[in-house]
């Protein structure tokens, strides 16, 4: 009796794993609409598809690994809550429109008192270089660190999405509901302001070194 | 062909990799560089600040974990029943996009009932996750942010060049 259960149940879950192969190709309209009725497996899949990219955004914008999942988390409660209200068949992209939520979430945490600009600097992991190298490189990437953390948000958010993210500024002006040139604008401010702020921290070209 | 001003201003703006400048850009950019020193110069100062950026990046790491984690906790801080009905006369989103943290979910509280729920969402996620071309985070994958690619600016600005910032 117990095998016949175990077998019984274990054909369940292959079926159940099959149906959501089949549903995982599903759109992201068709899933929100299931989202909407209360779906929470299409939730999954919804945030299974699209939460590497939006942890990727708000971590370079906020900085913080863990400051961007509870970001993450927030947006994807908000999906849960607005999902009927979702115009399935519109112009507008899904992934926009989450991006959207996750930035302007960063903005607003980055803007609170008390919100602790520290920039987590890269980890530096390549062990070949020479020591001396190593260190410099890691003095550097904390300074470059330390200096974006002191970007106004929507240049941050910007450099963020154009910069490393690699999105057109036409992208991301739909997801700050910016024009291209207002993007530009902010790029354009965000690189002088470092120009500027390396200069005065002594770093003047790349063959300057910290001199 | 692109003026110097023009190029100056879009190295300004997108940086010295190509890939990031808008396509109809770039044609007029690579014959305005094949024949001015001085284009090269800017672009050689702009990749300066690239590499610097570069260097200021934290390089997300999300992996399966991670991600397992993420939406866990948003699973666990779902609020019970179903979501609100539609409303069609509505802009999509407009007021809900302008709303401040304060009014969401607690973060805390996500994070802690997130921790509770990471075994039942796990299972879930697992049955989701081997999605390598719909969800760019299959297997065991890591997604780190991307390196430098080749481009115009590496033909013009050597790998040693761009080393010596950190000597």
């Known amino acids: 009796m117990v095998t016949e259960r175990t077998e019984g149940r274990g054909m369940e879950l292959a079926v159940a794993s099959r149906m959501d192969e089949v549903e ?14 209360g779906d929470r497996g299409a939730f999954a899949i919804l945030a299974n598809r699209h939460s590497a990219r939006a942890l990727s955004v708000a971590q370079r914008i906020l900085g913080s690994a863990g400051e961007a999942d509870e970001v993450v988390q927030e947006a994807w409660v908000r999906v849960w809550t607005r999902a009927g209200q979702w115009d399935a068949g519109g112009s507008a992209r899904f992934s926009t429109w989450l991006h959207r939520v996750v930035v302007n979430l960063c903005i607003d945490r980055r803007r609170r008192p008390g919100f602790a600009p520290m920039e987590e600097a890269p980890e530096m992991v390549d062990p070949s270089p020479e020591a001396g190298v190593l260190i410099a490189r890691r003095q550097m990437a904390e300074t470059m660190a330390t200096v974006m953390a002191e970007l106004p948000e929507r240049q941050k958010a910007a450099v963020a999405l154009c910069y490393y993210e690699e999105m057109s500024a036409a992208e991301a002006g739909r997801v700050m509901e910016l024009s291209v040139p207002a993007v530009e604008s902010l790029l354009a401010r965000a690189r002088r302001t470092l120009r500027t702020r390396l200069t005065a921290l002594g770093i003047k070209s790349v063959g300057d070194g910290t001199e | 062909m692109m003026k110097l001003a023009a190029f100056e201003a879009m190295l300004g703006t997108y940086g010295a990799a190509m890939r990031r400048w808008p396509p109809d850009r770039r044609a007029a950019a690579q014959a305005l560089l094949a024949h001015s020193p001085q284009a090269r110069d800017m672009l050689r100062e702009a990749a300066l600040l690239d590499a610097a950026l ?23 801080a779902l609020p019970a029943g179903t979501p609100a009905p539609a409303r069609r006369s509505f802009r999509p989103f407009a007021a809900l996009e302008r709303q401040h943290w304060s009014r969401g979910m607690p ?61």
Do not use: M, N, Y
């Open chain 1, 24 to 37: 995982s190709l599903a759109d992201d309209d068709t899933l929100l609409a299931r989202v909407a009725r």
């Open chain 2, 54 to 76: 570069d260097a200021a990046d934290p390089a997300p790491v999300i992996d399966d974990a991670r991600l397992g984690a993420v939406i866990a906790g948003a699973l666990a």
């Open chain 2, 107 to 167: 973060a805390a509280w996500a994070r802690a009932s997130g921790l509770a729920a990471c075994t039942a969402a796990g299972i879930l996620v697992g049955l989701v996750s081997p999605l390598p071309d719909q969800t760019g985070s299959e297997g065991t994958k890591v997604e780190t942010a991307e390196g430098a690619g080749t481009d115009l600016a590496t033909a013009f600005v050597s790998h040693s060049a761009v080393e010596s910032l950190f000597q």
